[in-house]
């Protein structure tokens, strides 16, 4: 199997105005491929989960979807424009790793950092970027602390704070890098209900990199699946079945469900 | 004391090398704290000391060649950014390696440059030492445009420099120019430590950028709020060190520096993100 060409490609219908199109592009740092030949397609106001083992470039997908990293062969649009151009049009949250908590900064502070580009070189933010900033900050519940120095913050907060700079730049599309790793349970919940409010008012197109299956299930309209430099894409009840996971993982996989949701264990890996 | 304290006050009425000292001080006091938040808060600090130390080499061939030391002083400050940031984005060396290689070659340069000239010059050690009081007419001019330079291309890109400074990846992400922002930054550091030369000299002008904006940072939750505390910090104490150094006879740029690094631990002492820290704790 070459890349994702002849699997699913859902939303692949209408103009490529209202899709994010990856046409046989390879991906890599200094000559080193991590994906090759991807051929996706995904329609306005979907939601895609994205899974793999570490290191398989889940992250390097989003990068190039925001010109952080530049494709080595192939071409990628985004709602018919160049990803240079349609940058204003993404909201990318990355890691909350990459989140430098000893900045001095509030969550506001923060959050209208992501209009800057926005309002242009040499302009100070206007009332209509205050508010914007202010609605992204109630939109992810933290209205009370909008000006609470980050370092201050939880874990599941300074992830909130993360969306909400993603969301006051009004994006069309909205990138979340892992934004369930490394909080509670409890947090990770309420990270996945706020995704999901967010996605039905804004009608956004969300791509979302994730290591657990089973929380994100619910929300996603279809998964990519990488492995070995390969990108996969299907419906979550195609893509997770044993076969392709076993195939794609080169692992024992069991898939079973439990309470109405899908369970995926890996278990050893096969050698030779 | 009090008599002393006249004597400077009238001194500072009379003397017009005193007015230019303290003109210097309140100027090079102002740019070098506000330009230091940067450095601060994005951890250029290391950087900004080799820029320092680049810059000698600098001041040393002006004086081998009979150039304006710090003409070339700037030349090899813009130099170092650029072999740096080149090294680090190119040659996949980290930053601090780059630095140290390029730290240790300049003051090897220097070195040599002192090595060749024929006679002693005292106005190298000047250069390295500073002196505020030696400070010209036509020094207080360079050191004035500097300032409306710098501090004006502060003001303007102010929100970017934030933005670049806190999450440069992310400030990429949105589009903003984050290669040429990273440079002008640099550059502003490098316009910074050299027009102070004169004033606090080569050793000591990176503590009148680190330590004010380092104090400052222990006080306050905000860029904007840091600035302005550090401006007044670094003002504040590059006048009262000029003074304490001229009523007790002793080097100027040390003494500012000395009562800087004491503002700083009073700072720390007093800081809320300390108290904070303790409370968790």
Redo the contacts between chains.
Sequence with gaps: MKGSRGMDRLGGEGPAGDRIVFEGVTLGYAGETVLRDIDLEISRGESIGIIGPNGCGKTTLLKSLVGLIRPLSGRITVFGEPVISARRRIGYVPQRETLDISYPATVFDMVIMGRYARIGLFRRPRDLDRMRAGQAIADVGLAEQAHTPIAHLSGGQRQRVLIARALSADPEVVLLDEPTAAVDVRAQREIVALLENLKRERNLTVLLVTHDVNLVYPIVDRIIYMADGRVFIGRPEEMLTQEKLQRIYNANVIVTEADGRICVIVGDVHHG | MDDSLAQVVSDFFTFAFMQRALLAAVLTGTLCSVIGVFVV?RGFSFIGAGIAHASFAGVTLGFLLGIHPLFLAFLFSLLMVFLVGWATHRG?LKLDISVGIFFAFTMALAILFIGLMKQYQAGVYGYLFGDILSVTSSDLWLITATAVLVLTAVG??Y??L??V???Q????????PVTFLYYLLLVLIAMTVVVSLKSVGVILVFALIVTPAAAA?QL????TP?VFVSAAIGTGGSVAGLILSYVWDVPSGATIVSLLTLIFFVSLWWSP?RR?CSCKE
């Design positions: 808060v996949e303007l890109l929100k970017e934030q933005f400074t806190f999450d990846e992310m400030a990429a992400a949105c589009g903003l940072y306050v939750h905000r860029l840091m993100k904070r």
